[in-house]
């Protein structure tokens, strides 16, 4: 598998488990401007818009999945996430920024939700 297919593996997952959980998946692959936002998901309790990195790691894959979102990534969420909140009713929702890591083969799913 190569790291597209491991990618969109990654994603598939996250948003079934998301779904499980009582989330709303809006978008997937969200573009705006040249960033990308993976997953754009509602929590149906709270309303709360979700903006969902996930990253997705491999046996040998060196260290946590979720330490790959450095500051720099964390910025680039940041712009794509307001400039989705201005298209889709303003920027007064509610809303946070989750990462979700999966672990392939086993397909473990570990959702840290306000993770910055």
Not at 14 to 31: D, P, Q
Not at 88 to 104: C, H, K, M, S, Y
Request: glycine share 6%; no cysteine; charged share 30%.
């Amino acid at each position: 598998m190569n790291t597209a297919d491991t990618g969109k593996t990654g994603e598939r997952l996250a948003a079934r488990y998301l779904k499980r959980h009582g989330y709303r998946i809006l978008e997937r692959n969200y573009r705006a401007h040249r960033h990308e936002i993976d997953l754009i998901a509602r929590e149906k309790r709270t309303g709360t818009v979700a903006f969902v990195e996930v990253k997705t790691r491999t046996p040998g894959s060196f260290g946590r999945p979720a330490d790959a979102v450095d500051a720099n990534k964390r910025r680039f969420l940041r712009l794509a996430a307001e400039t989705w909140l201005t298209e889709n009713g303003g920027t007064e929702q509610p809303a946070r920024f989750d990462v979700i890591e999966v672990l392939l083969p086993e397909k473990t799913v570990n959702h840290l939700p306000s993770a910055f």
